[in-house]
């Protein structure tokens, strides 16, 4: 029988095992390959580590979750966390307990420390940051985090408009009752 320690998983190890076979599944792999390109990355989890996982029957270090992350081109938290931040969707986080997700998502994204102190935006809450965040964004306060993500979602989301656009521009919409030739 094989030893509850090392199989028994926690509920961020559910979360995870839950949200590997999603976005597998979302972008249309097999496990084999996603074995195969998480292989190409440089770590090898067979296929039936892969089901292993999805199973919950094996769990994921540290190096496998980065891996499993850049091969589902997904954000390690989009494998740690609930799929949403709706109102109302909580989560149940491993040290944390029952959460709403958004605030789990906000601490995995360094917008806010896990756990409520009362002291959210005083000498705690820069403390964490100071433990949490890279060098060049640490001195930046909740609302200069929230501008400067606001305009990088803006220059993410044109980007993605200037990818997603035709070469030859926009298709121009046909007039009704006209023609065509």
């Known amino acids: 029988m094989a030893d509850e320690r090392t199989t028994s998983l926690g509920p961020t190890g559910e979360q995870v095992r839950a949200n590997v076979q999603r976005l597998r599944e979302s972008a249309g792999l097999t496990k084999k ?5 998480v292989g190409e990355l440089g770590r090898t989890i067979p296929p039936l580590g892969i089901s292993r996982i999805e199973m919950g029957t094996r769990r994921v270090d540290a190096d496998d979750l980065v891996a499993l992350a850049v091969a589902l081109n997904a954000h390690p938290a989009a494998l740690l966390l609930p799929e949403s931040v709706r109102t109302g969707v909580t989560a149940e986080v491993t040290a944390m307990g029952e959460t709403t997700s958004r605030r789990a998502w906000e601490w995995a994204h360094g917008m806010r420390p896990p756990l409520p102190s ?3 935006r005083g000498k705690a809450w820069m403390e964490w940051r100071l433990r949490s965040l890279p060098d060049g964004w640490r001195p930046m306060s909740p609302e200069d985090y929230a501008a400067w993500d606001m305009e990088q979602a803006k220059a ?5 408009v200037k990818q997603l656009t035709p070469k030859d521009g926009p298709e121009e919409p046909r007039q ?3 023609t065509d030739g």
Not at 33 to 37: A, H, K
Not at 156 to 160: I, K, Q
């Open 118 to 120: 009362g002291d959210d």
């Open 33 to 37: 390959q996603l074995s195969d390109r």
């Open 156 to 160: 993410d989301y044109e980007h993605l």
């Open 176 to 178: 009704e009752g006209g």
